[in-house]
């Protein structure tokens, strides 16, 4: 990634100073974690120091343990290493996530060699990104060696194993922030970094680094190619994170600085990070955050009740959308989903047709293909509909008129249970079915600046899901809520897009879910509406027949 790949493994050991082990300090806290919260950052790890005459299993098995040992560049580890290997291991080459209670004790070494098995059940790789990963069991080999009479590791491969209880607490995650291609709305791209100088890391990923791969072509950065970081660490003041660039940065237009300002201030965003000052070499920069489009949407669910109404709930009636609600109710809806500025919406029909309502009364036909999914709709209005066993069949419908054949949709699955496109337009989910299992997949959305052409990015598995896929939304800017359905139970998985996941309990019979803000709205068959209130779900409404999907709000 342009200048970020050549110098990361030395900028990161250099600036490694957390410790991580057995835990010292922090409360336990139950229940789930969203991706963008950091765990208790007053936890720490202390791993044990190599002990005198260890036996080569006690010396392989002390090293992976010292990976939860960040401070001065995973000192403590490299104390297990020989003195040659010792300055050669890069920690952070990658991060194993795996289960320790399936995780092998080290064997007894084998012409000087011993092996552990552990089970991955993620990875993150140089960069932060986060890859899940089905569970096999991989082996790792490590060479051994006396030296001054002790046992040492000779060659080991790079990078630390964590286990999956202890991998939140030496790392943390970060939604590096990046444009849609209009320059409107703010694209979160999440990567995991170890916890300390957390923000250094973040800062130098988003300056002199480049989107993960799968989103190239579907965000923008105002960062220049010839703009780096003059500095190795940004420094934290009262809340306010220093970020040094070099001096090119001080030929830079107002809008690009405004630009720089908006994603640094919210890839930095942190309980102790409340302000972002850039310099170039030391020299203030002003700049304001430009100005973005928020994805928050209504506090009030947007419903269709068993009489007929449309509009937001409102107690036990609804409050009705000037214009759009008569076109909803004009047909005879099973899936709704509206743009930001409730001046269109995405209809399936209890006929299987896909039909777009407007603000001005009125419904057009636009898709009678057989299986037709619930159509999602993006924030240039266009309305995307596929048939549920044609994958690569995705069409967008332009509300001016036109189809656009969306190309690379979904390459090598052969069904697809739902789909659905983020708000702020750039990326689009689905679940789909490929070598016999369901998975839940992310793509970029690639346009033309004419908007006549439209094509997915190479899609990237977030989730491999333990059952079929019932229902999809996005429940904020990161995190998926997919409904999985195995025989009559269902359940929901509460999925970021990079990072791991959780499984949740939910009421009997939720046949629709849709996102709030970052949290779920179910809809039973029923027609019992249900929200989240902390770990329990709370009855709202009942006698809704339909829960629409929000995509913002004016």
Known sequence: MRRLAAAA???????????????????VHPGRSPVDVEADPDIRFIPDSPQPDASPEDIVSGFIRAGSGSQDGWATARQFLTESFAPEWNPLASVTIDRLTDRSAPSAPVDGVSTVEVTATGIVDAEGSYQPQNGGAATLTFALAEEDGQWRIADAPDGIV?????FRSVFRSASLAYFDPTWQYL??????????????????????????????????????????????????????????????ALSLGQTTLDRMQAQLESSLRS????????????SPL?????PTVSTRVAAQSLVELADGRFGFLDGDSVEAVAGLSPAVESVDAVSVQTTADLELAAIRTASGDVVRAAADGTTALLDQRQGLLPPTIDPL????????ADPAAVRAYAPAGGTVEVADAWPGATAISAMQVSRDGARIAAAVTVRGRTELWVAGIRRTSDGA???????????VLSADGAGLA???????????????????????????????????????????????????GGGILYVRQGPTWQQLASEVRVLAVQQGMP
């Open 286 to 290: 002003q700049a304001r955050p430009a």
């Open 474 to 524: 996005w429940l904020d800017d990161v995190t998926l809520g997919v409904l999985v359905r195995a025989g009559g139970d269902v359940s929901l998985r509460e999925q970021p897009v990079g990072g791991p996941g959780t499984d949740l309990t939910i009421p009997a019979g939720v046949a629709a879910v849709a996102g709030g803000n970052s949290s779920a709205r179910l809809l039973t």
């Open 9 to 27: 493994a030395a900028a990161l050991v250099l600036l490694l100073t957390a410790c991580a082990g057995l835990p010292t300090t922090g409360a």
């Open 381 to 388: 209005g266009l309305v995307w509909a596929v048939p549920a």
């Open 187 to 248: 694209v979160p791209d999440v990567r995991w970094f170890p916890r300390t100088n957390s923000a250094t890391y973040i800062a130098r990923a988003l300056v002199d680094g480049a989107p993960s791969p799968w989103l190239a072509g579907s965000v923008a950065t105002a960062f220049p190619e010839d703009v780096g970081a003059a500095t190795r660490a940004v420094t934290v003041s009262d809340g306010v994170a220093q970020v040094d660039l070099d001096a090119s």
């Open 453 to 463: 052409e439209i094509a997915l990015g190479e899609p990237i598995p977030v989730a």
């Open 271 to 282: 309980p102790d990070i409340t302000a972002v000052q850039m310099t170039a070499n030391g």
């Open 162 to 166: 964590l286990f999956e209880e202890q």
